[in-house]
């Protein structure tokens, strides 16, 4: 594995799930890690898993879908940890689906708050840091329903939608730059804060049934990604959304 040793990643929604796990990924590395997140309780823990892989990690309490607390994060990191090399803008949430006609106007906004504007707002500032200070590679995430359509996920394809345009847009602001802007578009991953509630298991079967390898993805499928495209293996590319599905979306 690339070795990250001296470098530090900012990682929201780094409690648990696919952040948790690309955390630790990289602190096994060797980078420092900022873990972002409105569950700092349970990031505390992700904390000491990243101290046991040999890295230095901080805990920000930070809602990404607040500016203020997207440029204290930012701020916070570079104070404490000494530079930002690498983001991965992960923080999102997955309301249960339910038709267009049925969706309340306030799970539309929620959902379009957290999953895209709160991307663009860490891309904002991180940018606006890397841009000054070197440069940098940024991973959004966005989904297989960014890709392709669910029945009943009409705000969260959306919002995953508008990761792969927002990654692409700024992509090329900063393409001459030195900063590298791509997104990951998971498949269905087992053992995360989503997909372990008990009301996702009847589709997180029937995913798990429509995908060729015939089986979930883990959070280590996407750390490796996330991984490889932050690493001077993946320097000649940006503004891709690499999806991780198994073989979902290629039917
Ligand atoms: P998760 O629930 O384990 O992780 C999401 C994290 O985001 C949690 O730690 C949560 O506290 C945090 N978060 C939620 N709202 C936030 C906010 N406003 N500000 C800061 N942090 C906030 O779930 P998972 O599955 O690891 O999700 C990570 C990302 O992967 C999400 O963007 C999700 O949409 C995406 N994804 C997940 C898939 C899956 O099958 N698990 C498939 C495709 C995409």
Known sequence: MECFAGKVAFITGAATGIGRQTAINFAAAGANVALVDTAVHVAEETAHAVERAGAKAIVLRADVTRSADVTHAV???????????????????????????????????????????????CVKHECAYMRDHGGGAIVNTASIMGVVGGPGLAAYSASKAGVIGLTRAVALDYANQGIRVNAVCPGGIAHTGITDRPENARDMEQLMQATPMGRLGKPADIAGTVMWLCSDGAAFVTGQSITVDGGFTVW
Do not use: H, S
């Open 75 to 121: 701020t916070q990191t570079v104070k404490n940890l000494g530079r930002l090399d690498y983001a991965f803008n992960n923080a999102g949430i997955a309301p249960r689906g339910r038709p267009a006609a049925e969706l309340p106007e306030e799970e539309w906004d929620q959902t379009i708050a957290v999953n895209l504007k709160g991307v663009w707002l």
